[in-house]
């Protein structure tokens, strides 16, 4: 991964890590405040959880951007998924570049790291966007409406009853368990990140 | 202009010598992939685009950029684009799209 990147994709990898650690801090707020909820306050696990998403396809994309000087702005910024793809195209050299700030422990190798339960709450916690569920329907033959999502309702079937993912999204209840590490790991590893990429940038500015 | 046209040649062979190289060792990484196809350009960059079922769907095309290693005797810089099986399909009807700079999808040339 190229240390060349031109000064737009590095002011832009600046805006999205910026923007992804305010992401963040708002998903540790609710989550204070989802733990802490009075009785009677409607709940904002969900929300929460959303958050945690958005700061972690924010800050993934503030990666990417500083991967080569041959990459556009445009080229990356649109589009779900980022996590999943840095991580798993960053696996051909993972010793380079921002590779190993996004490489958690043994997760240079895929199949190792799909054994890491962080490494696979990620990816759970990526892939619950309204986009990436619309692709999974889309390959499954199912109407959009039919996968289950963090932000929007979703249905089994057009009879069926309708689902909303603060009631009954599975990923939200599993990171809100009381015993759960999960929310805090995912956390700790998207600060870890955010600051490694805040002296990543710093270095090249 | 004779000049110009074998310089041309010599850089159009070291890219794709390059590329075929990266080709080998992506291969090692990802073994079940399915194709692996070379981008055109004239930038001293080799865009890669490879299709590799172990990938996760995420539905959207991300490039990832890689410096030259000459320890391994890659000596250009190279941009890959990994893409799930059901993308390359999308892509292939036009319903997902490559960064602008990788040119028409007809004008990839397979390298394995």
């Known amino acids: 991964m190229s240390s060349s990147a031109p000064g737009r994709n590095v002011r832009w990898a600046r805006a999205f890590l910026a923007q992804g650690c305010t ?32 700061a972690l396809e924010k800050i993934s994309k503030s990666g990417l951007l500083l991967t080569s000087s041959a990459l556009t702005v445009e080229g990356v910024s649109r589009g779900h998924g980022a996590f999943a793809r840095l991580v798993q195209t960053a696996v051909l050299r993972p010793t380079v570049g921002v590779a190993p700030i996004f490489l958690h422990r043994q997760w240079n190798d895929l199949r190792q790291a799909r054994q890491d339960p962080l490494f696979r709450e990620l990816l759970e916690i990526e892939r619950h966007c309204p986009a990436i569920m619309g692709a999974e329907a889309r390959l499954h033959g199912l109407a959009p409406l039919e996968r289950p999502m963090l932000e929007y309702p979703w249905e089994h079937s057009p009879e069926g009853p309708c689902r909303w993912p603060e009631r009954d999204l599975p990923l939200v209840r599993e990171m809100f368990k009381p015993a759960s590490r999960l929310r805090p790991r995912a956390g700790a590893y998207l600060r870890r990140v955010s600051d490694e990429l805040t002296s990543y940038i710093a270095a090249r500015e | 202009m004779l000049v110009s046209t074998v310089l041309e040649i010599s850089l159009d062979h070291e890219r794709r010598e390059c590329a075929r190289r990266l080709a080998a060792m992506h291969r090692r990484v990802y073994p079940t992939t399915e194709a692996i196809y070379l981008a055109p350009g004239e930038d001293g960059v080799v865009r890669l685009l490879e299709v590799v079922p172990e990938l996760d769907l995420t539905g959207s095309i991300f490039p990832v950029g890689f410096p030259p290693d000459p ?22 009807e036009g319903t997902l799209a490559l960064p602008s700079e990788w040119g028409d999808l007809a004008s990839l040339e397979q390298l394995s």
């Open chain 1, 23 to 54: 992401d963040l801090e708002a998903a540790n707020r609710l989550a204070e405040f989802e733990i802490a909820r009075p009785p009677g306050r409607p709940g904002v696990a969900s929300a929460a959880t959303m958050l945690l998403q958005m």
């Open chain 2, 71 to 92: 320890e391994e005797e890659i000596e250009l810089p190279s941009v890959v684009i990994l893409v799930h099986p059901a993308e390359w399909k999308w892509l292939r």
